[in-house]
C-alpha cells in the first residue's frame, strides 16, 4: 500500500480560496430566500430589546467609503447583541428632501420654473426613490442584515405626518416663533442653513481700518476725533447703524500728526503700529461706559451712528470699537435690539443689494468690497486697507461663502428649553467620551435654530396666515395637516388651496372674510432627521424608545445627534439615545479627504467586486474609527493577506477533524493533555476578552486583534506547529489525537461564532461543513467562557515553557545559519537546565522533542558541565547537534531505530508499531 495511506492526512473540501465576490452573492439570495434575518427575529422573541436607531443616509448616488464603515460598524453590533440574548432588529432609514436633489435634477436639465411646483417636487421624490434603491443593493451587497422591504424614509407619508406632529407639539410648547434675526444665508442656495450645514475654508479678505467721525461726543470728546474701527467685512457697511464698545475698558483720546481719534487704551501701541501713527499724545482717557449714546457721522451716508456698550466686544484684534451692522450679525443683532436699532439687511436672496443700499443697488455683495473701500477713500476715512487670509463659513452642499443676513425665518427657541437638553446630555452614555463634551457645548453656545428653508423640496411648515397676517399654528390644524400628509403625502399642501387644507368650518377671528394663506418656506432638513425617533422608534412596534444607541460620523455632532435630542427633549422630555457612538471619517494616506476630482477615491462596490464584502468587513473591524481612518488599497489588500491566514488556518483545522464526530470522539477537559489543556484555556480567554474588551465596548480592532493574535500566534505559531506529528502519524483513534481534534474542534466552532458579526459570509462558509444542528452560524449563540480547575498555575507553566522554547528556536535558527542543520527534525536538542527549569520540564508532563518539532532531546542533571558548544542563556543553555541515525519515512524523525522491524526497513520503531496495529494490509501488501 501507499505510504500515504497509512497517514492520516487532514481532508476537506473547503476551498483554500473563497472566491468570495462569486460566493457571497449566493448566500445572499439564500439566506433572503429562507429568510434568515427573520428567522433571528423569531428566535429572539422575548428576549431583552437592544435597539441601535439608524441614522439616514442621505439619498444621492453609490455608496462611498464612509458608508461602509458606518454601516458594517452597525451591522456587526446587531448581529452579536443578537448572537448574545437579545432581540435586536434593524430598520434602515434615508434622509430624502434637500438640495442636492434639486441640484441633481437641475443638473439633469430638469427646468424647475417650466412646472407647477407639485410636479416638481415629484420628480424630486422620483429621483431620491431611485437613489434610495441604489444605496439598498449597495447595503445588501455589504451584507448587511435588516428590514430593506420596510426602510423608512423621510418622503413617506407616514414619516412626513409624524414629523409634522413633532411641530405641533414643539408650536404648542411655545417654542416655535417667527423673527427678523440674521442667519446665516447662502447666496449660491438662495437659502437660509442651520449651523450644521456650515463648513470652513480659507479665504483671502480684505482687513480695513475706518474712521467714524464724531458727531455728538455728549461734551466729552471733540466734533474734530473720531472713532477708529477694523472690520473684514467692508460690504456689510451699507449696513452700519453702531459703534459697540465694552462698558469696562478704557479709550482713549489720542492726537497724531494732526489728528485725533478714539481707540481701546490697552489696542493703542499695535493699532499706532498698523496705522503707522509715528507719535501719540493721549489726551484723554474714558471708560467705554462714558461713551454709551455718543453718535458718530455714517463715513458715506447721511445718518448717525450709535455708540452703545456690549460684553461682545473683546481686545483680541481691531481696536476695541466694533463696527456693528444689526441685519448683519448676531452679536450686531442682540445689541442692536437692545438698542432699539433697526435690523437692516440691504441684500437679496441671490446676495445682491437692493434700494436700501443706495449706490450699490444691484451688486453682488462681495463685488462690493473695492466699491466701500474707494468710496471710504475718497471720504477720507480709509485708514488702512491689506489683505488676509482667515478661515469663514461656506455653504456644506454648494462650497460657497454663506454671509450673516437678517430676513424672516421661522424659529426653534432653544433658550426656552436647552438646560432640559443639557441636563439630558449629561445622562446619556457617551461611548467615546469627548463626545458629550462636544455636544455640551454645542447646544450651551447654540443660538435657536432656524428652521425654516427657502426651497421646493422638504416638508412644508404647517403654519397657516389669517388675513390680517397673523400665524395660525394649533393642535386642530396640526393634526388636520397630519392627517393630510399620512394619508396622501406633502405634496398636497402644494396641490391645494389654504381653505381646503384647513379642517372643515375653520373660523379664525383675524379672517373676517375667511380668506386665508399658507406658509410657502419647508423645513430644516435636520428636523426631517431629528423626527425620526418620534416617526420610527415610536411609530414601529418592533422598535422601542429611547434607542439604546446611536452610531455616526463625527460630523453628526452639530447634525443628527444634536436635531434628535433637541426634538425629543422638546416633545418628550428625555434624549432619544441612550449611548451614542461616533466614527471619524476616511482618507487616503496622506491624509485628504477622499474626493472623485483627487481621484483617491475607493469604490465599496469595487472591492466588493475585486475582493469581496468580507475584506470590507475585516478592514472595517481592523481599524480604531473614533478618529479619522486612513485607507487605500494597499490597506486592503493588506487585510486581505489577514484574511487568507485566518481562513487557511480554519480549513487546516476543519480537514484535521475530517473523521471526527464531537459526540462521539470528544475527550473531557480532565483526560487532556497539559499542553491540550492550556490551548483551552487560551481560547476561553480569547473568548472573554473579544466579548468583553471588544464587542461588548463596540471596539472591534480589539476584535480583530485577539482572533488574529490567537490564529497566528497560539495555533499557527505553536499548537498547529507540531499537531501534524499527532493528528498525521498517530492512529485514528490514537488517545493524543483525539484530544488534539478535540481542541481544534472546540477553536472551530468557537471561532466560527465568534467571527460571524465580522466575516460573515466565510463564518456562514465555514458552518457548513462542522457537525452542528443549526442550518445556519447566524442562528446561533456567541459562545460563553469559562475557567478552568488550575487555570493560573497551568498558566504560569506554559508561560514559562514559551520562553523556554523561545530560546530552543534561537539555538535551532544559529544551528541552521551555521549549516548544522537543515530543517529542525535534524536537530537533537541537549538542554543544560537550573533548577527552576529543571523543575518545569518535570512539571510540564509533555514530548519536549515533539513540541519543538526535534528528532530528540536530552536533558541534562542540574549543574552538570556545558558543553562549550552549546548557547548559553540566563536559565538553561541549550546545545543543537545533528540527530543520529536515519529519517523514517513516514514520520521524517531522524532515529536510531529506522529499519528495526523487518517489515518495514525504512520506518522508525513508532511508526512500524502504528502501521502494524492499524493497517493489516500493509502486513501483507508492504508499504511503497
Not at 183 to 212: R, T
Request: charge should be negative.
Amino acid at each position: 500500500m501507499k505510504m500515504k495511506e497509512t497517514l492520516e492526512l487532514g481532508k476537506t473540501a473547503f476551498p483554500m480560496r473563497g472566491n468570495l465576490p462569486v460566493r457571497e452573492v449566493e448566500w445572499q439570495k439564500e439566506w433572503e430566500e429562507n429568510q434568515v434575518y427573520q428567522q433571528r427575529q423569531k428566535l429572539n422573541e422575548g428576549k431583552p430589546t437592544f435597539v441601535l436607531h439608524d441614522g439616514p443616509p442621505y439619498a444621492n448616488g453609490n455608496i462611498h467609503l464612509g458608508h461602509a464603515l458606518n454601516k458594517i460598524s452597525k451591522d456587526i453590533i446587531v448581529r452579536y447583541k443578537s448572537m448574545t440574548g437579545f432581540r435586536s432588529p434593524y430598520v434602515p432609514g434615508w434622509d430624502t428632501h434637500g438640495l442636492p436633489i434639486e441640484q441633481a435634477l437641475t443638473n439633469k436639465g430638469v427646468k424647475r420654473k417650466e412646472m407647477t411646483m407639485a410636479e416638481y417636487r415629484k420628480k424630486c421624490a422620483e429621483y431620491a426613490m431611485v437613489q434610495v434603491n441604489t444605496q439598498r443593493e449597495d447595503f445588501k451587497r455589504l451584507g448587511i442584515g435588516g428590514e430593506w422591504d420596510t426602510p423608512y424614509i423621510t418622503l413617506q407619508p407616514e414619516y412626513e405626518a409624524a414629523q409634522i406632529r413633532v411641530f405641533g407639539k414643539m408650536a404648542e410648547k411655545g417654542y416655535i416663533y417667527k423673527g427678523l434675526k440674521p442667519v446665516y444665508w447662502s447666496p449660491s442656495s438662495e437659502s437660509s442653513l442651520a449651523e450644521a450645514e456650515i463648513e470652513y475654508k480659507d479665504v483671502k479678505s480684505a482687513s480695513i481700518y475706518v474712521a467714524f467721525k464724531v458727531k455728538d461726543g455728549k461734551d466729552k470728546l471733540p466734533e474734530d476725533a473720531s472713532f477708529v474701527i477694523w472690520t473684514t467685512t467692508p460690504w456689510t457697511l451699507p449696513s452700519n447703524l453702531g459703534i459697540s464698545v465694552h462698558p469696562d475698558y478704557d479709550y482713549v483720546l489720542v492726537e497724531t500728526m494732526g489728528k485725533k481719534f478714539v481707540v481701546a487704551k490697552e489696542l493703542l501701541e499695535k493699532v499706532s503700529q498698523e496705522l503707522d501713527w509715528k507719535e501719540t499724545n493721549v489726551l484723554k482717557t474714558l471708560k467705554g461706559q462714558e461713551l454709551e449714546y455718543m453718535t458718530a457721522q455714517h463715513p458715506f451716508y447721511d445718518r448717525e451712528s450709535l455708540v452703545m456698550v456690549g460684553d461682545h466686544v473683546t481686545l483680541d484684534a481691531g481696536t476695541g470699537l466694533v463696527h456693528t451692522a444689526p441685519g448683519h450679525g448676531e452679536d450686531d443683532y442682540y445689541v442692536g435690539k437692545k438698542y432699539h436699532l433697526e435690523v437692516l439687511s440691504p441684500i437679496d436672496n441671490k446676495g445682491c443689494y437692493t434700494e436700501e443700499a443706495p449706490g450699490f443697488e444691484g451688486v453682488f455683495y462681495d463685488k462690493a468690497n473695492p466699491m466701500v473701500t474707494e468710496i471710504l477713500e475718497e471720504k477720507g476715512a480709509l485708514l488702512k486697507l491689506e489683505f488676509f487670509t482667515h478661515s469663514y463659513p461656506h455653504d456644506w452642499r454648494t462650497k460657497k461663502p454663506v454671509i450673516y443676513r437678517a430676513t424672516p425665518q421661522w424659529f426653534a427657541s432653544i433658550d426656552k428649553f436647552r438646560k432640559e437638553i443639557l441636563d439630558e446630555v449629561e445622562k446619556v452614555e457617551w461611548v467615546i467620551p469627548w463626545g458629550k463634551t462636544r455636544l455640551y457645548n454645542m447646544i450651551r453656545d447654540r443660538g435657536d435654530w432656524v428652521i425654516s428653508r427657502q426651497r421646493a423640496w422638504g416638508v412644508p411648515l404647517p403654519i397657516f396666515y389669517a388675513e390680517n397676517g397673523e400665524a395660525i399654528i394649533t393642535p386642530e390644524t396640526i393634526e388636520h395637516v397630519a392627517n393630510l400628509f399620512a394619508e396622501n403625502g406633502s405634496n398636497v399642501w402644494f396641490e391645494k388651496e389654504a381653505k381646503e387644507l384647513l379642517p372643515e368650518g375653520f373660523t379664525h377671528p383675524g379672517s373676517p372674510n375667511g380668506t386665508f394663506t399658507k406658509e410657502k418656506d419647508i423645513m430644516d432638513v435636520w428636523f426631517d432627521s431629528g423626527s425620526s425617533h418620534e416617526a420610527v422608534l415610536r411609530g414601529r412596534e418592533n422598535l422601542t424608545f429611547p434607542a439604546d444607541l446611536y452610531l455616526e460620523g463625527s460630523d453628526q455632532y452639530r447634525g443628527w445627534f444634536n436635531s434628535s435630542i433637541t426634538t425629543s427633549v422638546a416633545i418628550n422630555g428625555v434624549s432619544p439615545y441612550k449611548s451614542v457612538l461616533s466614527q471619524g471619517f476616511t482618507l487616503d494616506p496622506q491624509g485628504r479627504k477622499q474626493s472623485k476630482s483627487l481621484g483617491n477615491t475607493i469604490e465599496p462596490n469595487k472591492v466588493t467586486k475585486q475582493m469581496g464584502a468580507d475584506i470590507l468587513r475585516l478592514w472595517v473591524a481592523s481599524v480604531d474609527y473614533e478618529s479619522d481612518v486612513r485607507v487605500d488599497m494597499g490597506t486592503l489588500n493588506q487585510i486581505s493577506e489577514v484574511y487568507r491566514k485566518i481562513r487557511n488556518t480554519l480549513r487546516f483545522l476543519l480537514a484535521n477533524t475530517s473523521d471526527f464526530d464531537p459526540k462521539v470522539n470528544s475527550v473531557s477537559y480532565e483526560e487532556l493533555r497539559s499542553v491540550d489543556k492550556y490551548m483551552m484555556i487560551r481560547l476561553n480567554q480569547t473568548i472573554k476578552a473579544i466579548r468583553e474588551k471588544g464587542y461588548d465596548k463596540y471596539s472591534f480592532s480589539t476584535v480583530y486583534k485577539e482572533v488574529v493574535h490567537f490564529v497566528t500566534a497560539d495555533l499557527s505559531a505553536f499548537y498547529l506547529d507540531f499537531a501534524k506529528d499527532v493528528v498525521y502519524i498517530e492512529a485514528e483513534n490514537d488517545p493524543a489525537r483525539r484530544c488534539m481534534q478535540t481542541v481544534f474542534y472546540e477553536c472551530l466552532v468557537a471561532l466560527t461564532k465568534l467571527l460571524t458579526p465580522i466575516l460573515l459570509h466565510t463564518s456562514e462558509e465555514v458552518w457548513g461543513y462542522l457537525k452542528e444542528e443549526e442550518q445556519y452560524v447566524q442562528l446561533t449563540e456567541i459562545p460563553g467562557y469559562q475557567e478552568f480547575a488550575n487555570q493560573s498555575e497551568l498558566l504560569d507553566m506554559w508561560k514559562a515553557f514559551m520562553d523556554l522554547r523561545d530560546n530552543a528556536l534561537k539555538a535551532l535558527e544559529e544551528a541552521r545559519n551555521a549549516k548544522l542543520i537543515g530543517k529542525s527534525f535534524e536537530a537533537k536538542l541537549t538542554v543544560y537546565p537550573n533548577e527552576q527549569i529543571n523543575i518545569l520540564i518535570d512539571s510540564l508532563d509533555a514530548d519536549l522533542a515533539q513540541l519543538f518539532i526535534v528528532s530528540d532531546l536530552e536533558v541534562k542533571a542540574v549543574g552538570e558541565k556545558v558543553d562549550e558548544h552549546a548557547l548559553v542563556f540566563d536559565d538553561v543553555s541549550i546545545l543543537v547537534e545533528k540527530a543520529e541515525g536515519q529519517t523514517c519515512a513516514r514520520c521524517r524523525k531522524v532515529t536510531k531505530d529506522v529499519g528495526t522491524n523487518a517489515l518495514f526497513p525504512t520506518l522508525c520503531g513508532h511508526c512500524a508499531d502504528v502501521v502494524a496495529k492499524n493497517y493489516p494490509e500493509a502486513l501483507t501488501q508492504g508499504i511503497e
